[in-house]
Structure formats: structure tokens, C-alpha cells
């Protein structure tokens, strides 16, 4: 699977909006983007999937550059409960659900009050 | 309610003791996972199983044993032979969609 590359850790406070930013500069041409949540003590929790543009649930949204190289996890208006560590991940959808997942260190996001 | 279940949620064992942690999901997902998780790091990957009677080690499968005699059931050993099993376990599954459901995991500590 292709490497990622996220910040170790972020700051923000409650109500705003949290852009998590990941790199990938290796992604295959069949390799989809997906970002899960895990809080501590607790199994990882999926959040969000794409391959390319935007894509947006009741959750998140997720922005593709053209080159998809990168992506952004974006968190609107985020609360104290949204504290938690972020992990994105690369690898083909046909096998993203089947195959194992390689989970970096992630990124530690603290919401203040 | 469908899902995975793991057990127990702390588990404590003497040095030299192996030890089968449980894990059990009733979402008929073919595939089974099981992670360790050190504080501070991210998970990685021990055994896992695309389908019933077959597994693959991962990136760390020594010194640890699986079975997956049934679609729903997918038990890791944890044997004397591995040197720093406390750590945080985590089983998963996954079907036909992209992504993979987590159980609540088991907190092993040895002594």
C-alpha cells in the first residue's frame, strides 16, 4: 500500500472548521483515499472514502487535488468529542475493504473549548 | 444488533502463559484482522483471513496463532514465544464495502 504522510498532531477549537492534510505521493492509479477515527482505547472508527474531487458525508468532507497526491479531511465546526487520533489510508477499493490495512501514526487532533 | 465483539476487555497473564484472546462478528463478513496497538503508535498488522480454513501472517505474526474454523469466529493465541505481548488488541471485519468495522478491543498486560 502507498505510503502516507500526516502532521503528528493538531490544535482547534470548538465551532471551527479543521482541514487534516495527508500526503501520498506514490498512489497507485486504482488506490482509493480513506480516513478513520479512533478515540482512545477503542477500535478505529471509518469516516470518509474517495478517489478523486470531493466527497462529503453527514460527517466530513474529503477534497482530491487532480494529481492525488494529497488529501484533506475536513472536519466542519468541530466539538470537544471530536478529539480523537485521524489515520488516512491508500489502497485499491476492490481489496480496501478485504485487504489489511496499513495504519500510520496519525494525526492527533485536540479541540479546546 | 450486528456487529464485533471482543473479549475480554482486560485481560492479565503471567509471563511464559499463552493466552487466546476471542473474537466473534455476526455482520457475515468473510474476512477477519487482528491488530496490536502500542501507545502512541498506530496499528499494525498480526494475522488476518480472506476466508474460512485460511489466514496470512501480517507484518508481526511471531510468536502469535490463529484459527478460523468458522466464518464468525476468528481467535488469536498469544504465545511465551512472543517477547512484548502487552499491548492493545484490536479484531476487525469486513464484506463487500470499502472500509472495516473494529471491535471494542482487549487490553493484554503481562507480567
Known amino acids: 500500500l502507498a505510503k502516507t504522510t500526516q502532521p503528528i498532531s493538531m490544535d482547534s477549537y470548538e465551532g471551527q472548521e479543521v482541514n487534516i492534510t495527508c500526503s501520498h505521493n506514490?498512489?497507485?492509479?486504482?488506490?482509493?483515499i480513506t480516513w478513520y477515527q479512533q478515540f482512545p482505547s477503542q477500535g478505529p472508527r471509518f469516516i470518509i472514502q474517495g478517489y478523486k474531487t470531493k466527497v462529503t458525508n453527514e460527517v466530513a468532507s474529503l477534497f482530491i487535488p487532480a494529481d492525488r497526491k494529497s488529501s484533506t479531511l475536513s472536519l466542519p465546526r468541530v466539538s470537544l468529542s471530536d478529539t480523537a487520533v485521524y489515520y488516512c489510508l491508500v489502497g485499491g477499493r476492490g481489496d480496501t475493504g478485504r485487504r489489511a490495512l496499513t495504519f500510520g501514526s496519525g494525526t492527533r487532533l485536540q479541540v479546546q473549548p | 444488533d450486528g456487529g464485533i465483539t471482543q473479549s475480554p476487555k482486560y485481560l492479565f497473564r503471567k509471563e511464559g502463559q499463552n493466552v487466546t484472546l476471542s473474537c466473534e462478528q455476526n455482520l457475515n463478513h468473510d474476512a477477519m484482522y487482528w491488530y496490536r496497538q502500542d501507545p502512541g503508535q498506530g496499528l499494525r498488522l498480526i494475522y488476518y483471513s480472506q476466508i474460512v480454513n485460511d489466514f496470512q501472517k501480517g507484518d508481526i505474526a511471531e510468536g502469535y496463532s490463529v484459527s478460523r474454523e468458522k466464518k464468525e469466529s476468528f481467535p488469536l493465541t498469544v504465545t511465551s514465544a512472543q517477547k512484548n505481548p502487552t499491548a492493545f488488541y484490536l479484531c476487525?471485519?469486513?464484506?463487500?464495502?470499502?472500509?472495516?468495522?473494529f471491535g471494542p478491543g482487549t487490553r493484554l498486560t503481562v507480567t
Open positions: 476487525a471485519s469486513s464484506g463487500q464495502k470499502p472500509e472495516q468495522y
Open positions: 506514490n498512489i497507485a492509479t486504482n488506490d482509493y
